[in-house]
């Protein structure tokens, strides 16, 4: 049993997350920027602590780390404002937050340190996201110093709750067909639930220390194959209109604008490289077919989905 202070806790990976580690009873802190927007279940499980904090302040995140055993940083954005080699946003994110959390991780004696990254991580990559990643995991190296860290780089993650199977069964509810730029992008999607596994089992493994997991479904697919599963596991199958490499580019362009972008040029360069590994699972897991488990929570969706803008109006998640 530890005390574990779960950045980033609060979001779709990290409620599985906390969901595992309660199940080990290891007592665990997640602040949050706003806790009454906060998932429901998340505060009902037993030693769980929601706390509102902004773990960009100092004094607030070292108080944080002081108070625990291992520290687990799920934090994370898919847009920022644009900068090289990554905007200001990403580095606030993905590069500040991680290398001060690893530098108090060290001065507080923390026994581990688990970092999430993404598959495709690369100082060099297409994108300001996958550059800011790869220097992340970079900067956290550095300032760990004699720090047991571990490395998590999962390919795009499906579960309930996902912004992604969800968001593309939702579409396919209301529209007519789905315009669709990278159809042919590649991913190897994994569910949330091995995730959480692999994560739960680093905390407890010494051997995991210094290592660095890459977590890939058992499966390759395409995001036209993706969005089509989508659509017919919900039971809302619609054509996908296939959008050349320029209009596509148009529409990310005017999306990258609207609030709460769900699609910037930026995300569109991270597709351009493969998102799929080959890497062995750790601890001889074996991660979970998409089909196996899709159909359950896209099929459900639907009945409780006629609450969604009620819930948005007041400003609480699903
Ligand atoms: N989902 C995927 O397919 C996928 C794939 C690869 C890697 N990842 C990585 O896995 C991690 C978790 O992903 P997720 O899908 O669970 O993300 P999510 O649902 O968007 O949750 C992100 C969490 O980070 C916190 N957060 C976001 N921006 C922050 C900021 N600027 N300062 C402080 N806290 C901030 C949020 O806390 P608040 O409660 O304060 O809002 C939230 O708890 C991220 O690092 C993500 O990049 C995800």
Redesign the pocket.
């Known amino acids: 049993m530890a005390r574990v202070l779960l950045l980033?806790?609060?979001?779709?990976?990290?409620r599985h997350v906390a969901e595992r580690l309660a199940l080990d009873q290891h007592v665990i802190t997640i602040p949050?920027?706003?806790r009454e927007r906060?998932r429901r279940d998340l505060i009902t499980l037993p030693t769980v602590d929601l706390v509102t904090a902004d773990?960009?302040d100092d004094a607030t995140l070292e108080r944080l780390i002081a108070g625990s055993d291992v520290v687990i940083n799920?934090?994370?954005?898919l847009q920022s404002r644009p900068g090289t080699p990554y905007g200001p946003d990403f580095e606030?994110?993905h590069v500040a937050?991680p290398r001060r959390v690893a530098q108090l991780c060290s001065r507080h004696a923390v026994t581990r340190l688990l970092h999430?990254s993404?598959?495709g991580a690369d100082l060099e990559g297409p994108s300001e996201y996958l550059r800011s990643r790869g220097a992340g995991e970079a900067a956290v190296r550095d300032a760990g110093g004699a720090l047991a860290i571990t490395v998590f780089r999962?390919?795009?993650?499906f579960g309930p709750g996902?912004?992604?199977l969800t968001l593309f069964a939702r579409m396919q509810r209301w529209l007519p067909f789905i315009p669709l730029a990278m159809t042919g992008a590649r991913f190897q999607p994994v569910f949330v639930e091995d995730v959480a596994e692999a994560i739960a089992r680093s905390v407890t493994d010494p051997a995991s220390a210094g290592q660095t997991f890459e977590l890939a479904g058992p499966q390759v697919f395409t995001l036209g194959e993706l969005v089509a599963l989508a659509g017919t596991f919900s039971g809302h199958p619609r054509p996908i209109l296939a959008l050349p490499r320029f209009i596509g580019l148009v529409q990310a362009a005017v999306m990258e604008r609207l609030p709460g972008a769900l699609l910037s040029r930026d995300n569109l360069r991270s597709m351009s490289v493969d998102n799929v590994s080959q890497a062995r699972w750790p601890f001889g897991l074996v991660p979970t077919a998409l089909a196996t488990v899709a159909p359950g929570w896209l099929g459900k969706a639907w009945p409780r989905s006629r609450f969604d803008r009620h819930r948005a109006v007041a400003g609480r998640p699903g």
Do not use: K
């Open positions: 980033g806790g609060s979001g779709f990976i990290g949050t920027r706003r906060s773990v960009h799920l934090v994370g954005i606030r994110a937050l999430m993404a598959l999962p390919s795009v993650v996902d912004s992604f």
